[in-house]
């Protein structure tokens, strides 16, 4: 399915990106790279704009300047049927709506299969039940409604959703957002597998320090509405700036740092 990536292109990359909601400027100058098999965590504060950052980049907005461009190619480009297959090469796990809840589980990872047109309904099944075992989920649990599932499984059947056309770009908004430490890393420890298992390129977007010290190959700090800051976890705790400084080097970020060494 794999159209292929021309050599060295960055997997996502975003140049002289600009957004703006009415006076409301959240992008400004926003440049970032994400290479082949990273697993890059953008943090932020509250209304810094990841989020959005993250509907840019899978073309759900567009910003108002500058580029996007997915596995080498300008996102907005091609024909119709160009951009539908280019979609189909990311994965998303987004907080809101993670699953359809008036469809079975198997009929949420199914979704994505059956929209493709292409795949027989036997094979759709069997498919269903290795995404499932991909998510350390049972085949039965396909038959549950989103509602009868815990909140650790339902972001294990999103994502059993989002691998569901085998993609190479996962794109995470708050993954672990509600799970418990024990939840939380078992999740951790999942996209860790799979990213291995699949080769997996991983954008998230989190809060959790645990979370981003356990995975984030680069930290990407999108701060004063450009990226401020783009390296590993150790040389970004050495930038001088004050979110910086609320974020890693509170109480709490502290705690979550000397867990995270303490595990290494
Ligand atoms: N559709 C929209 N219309 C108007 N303003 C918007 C829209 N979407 C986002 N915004 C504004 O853009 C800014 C960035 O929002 P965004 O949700 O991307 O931030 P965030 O960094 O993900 O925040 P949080 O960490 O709180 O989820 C906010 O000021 C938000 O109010």
Redesign the pocket.
Known sequence: MSAGRPQGAPVVSLRGVA?R??A?V?HQGLDLDVEAGEIVALV????????????HVIGL?RPAEGEVRLFGEALHAGTVHERIARQRRFGVLF?QGALFSAFTVGENIAFPLRELGIVHEDEIRDLVALKLAMVEMEPEHARLMPAELSGGMVKRAALARALALEPELLLL??PTAGLDPDRSAAFVRLILALRGELGLTVVL?T?DLDTLAAMATRVAV?ADKHILSYATLEDTLKVDHPFIERFFHGEHGRRALARAQGDR
């Open positions: 957004t909601f009415g409301n959240v932020g504060g509250s209304g810094s704009g990841k989020t959005t950052l993250l509907r907005t907080q908004d708050e977007v809060h999108l």
